[in-house]
């Protein structure tokens, strides 16, 4: 069994001395639903760069830890920082693009009207030219861009709103279950643009509870069990800390 503070000599190792070069800082995040902590004291830094993947079980707090990151609920205590910049401003977001597990856009809306309205946001006009080769990049086809976005599939909604994460050219991409919904052939293209996202530089920070997603994609490996971080390091780190050969395995083993 992992002691639950497994962070410490990790983050000696790779947590820059100013706060305001780290894309992502977590310090000693709490937060309760009644009687119940769901998030225990979390911290952890991630580099500009970098990829990290927030893994547990379902319930383990996965998501409400972003949902705080995104300020779309308040911690009960401790700190996050994006870019050096508070979390609960909301200058911080410009920073970042988000994908929600469940991406719902309008369903009336055309999947071109929804690219347009949502690239707008982010301060991009007329920007078909754009919106066509990211598309191309995710083998959508254009014919479908026509078509209300309640005709699509789940996987191609997800699509959709990958789409439109990757237009918003955000040096923090935010994606909670990038992979639900997405047949085999699907996760494997998703899989190499995100991964091709950073090489060029994109920090990436996303959940999963799935071992093939996270050794494909992540730097960087957070495990929560029970609201707490069991470990924060690099996949293979995590296999030696459990006396394991597969990640899989690992990631089992620390829930114990």
Known sequence: MLAPATTIDVLARHAPREHATL?????????????????????????PGQS??????????????LRCLLDFM???GGRIEIFGVDSRQARARRALAYLPERFMPSPHLSGRETLRMLG???GLHHADHSIAQVLDRLE???????????????GMTQKLGLAALLLADAPLLVLDEPMSGLDPLARRLVTAVLALERERGRTLIFTSHAPRD???????????????????????ELCQCTGTDDLESAFIRTLH
């Open 120 to 122: 707008g946001l982010h």
């Open 23 to 47: 894309a992502l800082h977590v310090a000693c995040v709490s937060k309760r639903f009644r009687d119940r902590r769901v998030i225990d004291d979390v911290s952890f830094d991630v580099l």
């Open 214 to 236: 996270i050794e494909n994609l992540c730097d960087r490996l957070a495990v929560l069990h029970g609201g707490r971080l069991r470990h924060f390091g690099t996949p293979s």
């Open 74 to 76: 308040r911690a009960d």
């Open 140 to 154: 959508f086809p254009r014919e479908a861009l026509t078509r209300p976005v309640r005709q699509y599939s789940k």
């Open 52 to 65: 990290v993947a927030i893994a547990g079980i379902n319930g383990a707090g996965k998501t409400t830890l």
